[in-house]
């Protein structure tokens, strides 16, 4: 009647659900991480499917940059200012070339002057990560207990996003720097205006996850006489997790962000930020080093992606529907 | 079974209504239920027979009347844990194995780790899963996760179980292998139990005695006591008593008001039966 190997086909086989199939990358290490037992065939013959997809998918972007490219050159395309050639597009395999060039005249690779900053940044970027999240569930889990907290104080929390990130910054650095000791300091207020950007999300979603638990789970816990504490910890925290690893999907790269652009009004030359504005002084004479840039911080920003992936099928146990 | 407890549960006067305009869903419900019986609250949609479990369970406060559980309020009976419920669903945790399911309540209870899962092993033979500790309620049939649901409400070894069409959503082979191995579990746990259902054959089946109940407002038309021999086996549903007792709960349904848009089902013909 119940049949072992079934269940491992539905248990293996979670649908691609994290809503960014297009980033097959993201899902490969997803079953690479193998939370739900062991290697079986069919998660091999998956985890070889997505890697092929994910490859096709990036030779077809390369095709349609390349190929977008070559139709410009080939018809002359003008659209105002914008010219195609080396300049405005460069080749991609240029762009990657560039990463082993060295960064100006007899100094480092660019690849390596990269990594360095791509590690600054994502130490400030993980800080804020943690801050926010920290943050964006204590909030939300005050606020969740409450519908007159939540119509008070979620206006000013989303107010608090419709200000550009470009203008709270610069007023973080003056704020908080000068408070921060010596260890912390610029690096320290960069992480909290990434926090800034991190903690939205998970607040909003914490409050819809805590809330948003089946009553018949909650008539059960009121059955056993349950404490408001035991119902928090045994019914609506791992009841919200979902929801919270949503948001926390979102907060990820928004963290990186939100790091690349603290470091601007920080004044921060060790990481991305500080790259960007570099290479973009010296664009006319090397366009494929801000591109190369612009990759590196794509790259952080899907790796703490990835990073976010990997702890829930970690930590979330839940019917395969539910989990992405 | 004690003499010091003559009743399990004692209901007086139970009167619910909702709402400021007041609807009544239940008026003036007298019931004794005694220790070891198996009380089935039969009646069309909307009785109020669902509501009348939850006044029992605390789950509902009743806007006037009497609710004695093991002499005690409905209140201080459920901060004692003196009753488990199962609903239609399962209502599992999702994010736990069957063991730490049925563990929930003994956690909450403050058991340590060596006696819940000393429990656990037991309850997992009452309910015939050894072997599926470990699996997720998602990698369970319906039947299997109410079965999980009923061990869950046994765990704390209740005097009370209260089940609210539990079967309901089950097909009627799985419901009848269910009801066959509810009885091997009362007889087992010496419990008192509380059924709701929409089934006549099912509370024929299962009962001591059949309460029926009619609608607007929720009332208690008829108590039918079921005489059939225990313990019931497959064979009861062929004896000829058994089919007396069916058409008379029928009829019994009938008297009670049943009205335009619902008629009492036919036993046999209860599959898919759904609660509103």
């Known amino acids: ?324 | 079974m004690s003499e010091s407890r003559p009743a399990v549960v004692a209901l007086r006067g139970v009167t619910k209504s909702f709402g400021a305009g007041g609807v009544t869903a239940l008026q003036s419900i007298d019931l004794e239920v005694q220790p070891g019986e198996f009380v089935s609250l039969i009646g069309p949609s909307g009785c109020g027979k669902s509501t009348l479990l939850r006044i029992v369970g605390d789950l509902v406060e009743p806007t006037a009347g009497e609710v004695v559980v093991n002499g005690k309020s409905a209140r201080q009976a459920r901060l004692d844990g003196d009753y488990g419920i199962v609903f239609q669903d399962a209502v599992l945790y999702d994010w736990r194995t069957v063991a730490r399911n049925i563990s929930l309540p003994l956690e909450l209870l403050g058991w340590d780790r060596a006696r819940r899962a000393q429990r656990v092993r037991e309850l997992l033979d009452l309910v015939e899963l050894r072997g599926f500790e470990n699996h997720h309620p998602w990698q369970l049939s319906g039947g299997m996760q109410q079965r999980v649901a009923i061990a869950r409400a046994l765990s704390f070894s209740p005097a009370l179980l209260l089940m609210d069409e539990p079967f309901g959503a089950l097909d009627e082979m799985t419901r009848e292998r269910m009801n066959a191995e509810l009885l091997r579990i009362w007889e087992r746990s010496g419990s008192t139990v509380v059924f709701v259902t929409h089934s006549i054959s099912e509370a024929v089946f299962l009962s001591t005695r059949v309460v029926v109940m009619s609608r607007r407002p929720g009332r208690i038309a008829a108590i039918v006591d079921i005489d059939l021999p225990q313990p019931r086996t497959a064979d009861t549903r062929e004896d000829p008593r058994f089919f007396e007792l069916v058409t008379e709960v029928r009829d019994r349904l009938r008297e009670g008001g049943l009205d335009e848009d619902r008629t009492a089902p036919d036993e046999g013909e209860l599959v898919g039966e759904e609660a509103p």
């Open chain 1, 1 to 324: 009647m119940f049949d072992p190997a079934a269940r491992k086909e539905t248990g293996g086989a979670a649908p691609d659900t994290d809503g960014c199939g297009g980033i097959a990358l993201m899902t490969i290490a997803a079953s690479a991480a193998g939370a739900r037992g062991t290697l079986g065939r069919g998660r091999l013959r998956n985890a070889a499917e997505r890697a092929g997809l994910f490859l096709a998918v990036l030779a077809v972007l390369w095709g349609l940059w390349e190929g977008f490219r070559a139709f410009g050159e080939a018809v002359d395309l003008r659209a105002g200012q914008f010219v195609v050639n080396d300049r405005t597009m460069p080749h991609l395999h240029d762009i990657v070339a560039q990463l082993f060039e060295p960064s100006r005249r007899n100094g480092p690779l660019l690849i390596g002057v990269l990594w360095d900053a791509a590690l600054f940044t994502a130490k400030e970027a993980a800080a804020g990560f943690l801050l926010g999240a920290l943050f964006g569930l204590a909030l939300g889990t005050a606020l969740a207990h409450s519908g007159l907290l939540q119509r008070g104080f979620v206006p000013y929390i989303v107010a608090s996003q419709t200000v550009p990130i470009l203008a709270v910054a610069p007023m973080v650095v003056v704020w908080v720097n000068p408070r921060l000791p010596p260890g912390l300091r610029d690096w320290g207020a960069v992480a909290v205006i990434s926090a800034y950007l991190t903690f939205f999300p998970v607040t909003i979603n914490t409050i819809r996850g805590l809330t948003s638990v089946d009553p018949r789970a909650l008539e059960l816990m009121r059955s056993y006489a349950a404490g408001a504490w035991a119902v928090l910890w045994k019914l609506r925290f791992p009841a919200a997790l979902p929801f919270i690893f949503a948001a926390l999907k979102i907060a990820a790269p928004a963290s990186v962000v939100g790091a690349i652009i603290g470091e601007l009004p920080a004044s921060i030359q060790a990481g991305l930020g500080g790259a960007i504005l570099n290479f973009n002084q010296y664009y006319i004479t090397s366009p494929p080093s801000l591109w190369a840039t612009n990759l590196v911080a794509a790259l952080l920003g899907i790796s703490f992606f990835l990073a976010v992936l990997l702890a829930e099928r970690l930590v979330v146990r839940r019917a395969p529907e539910h989990v992405g």
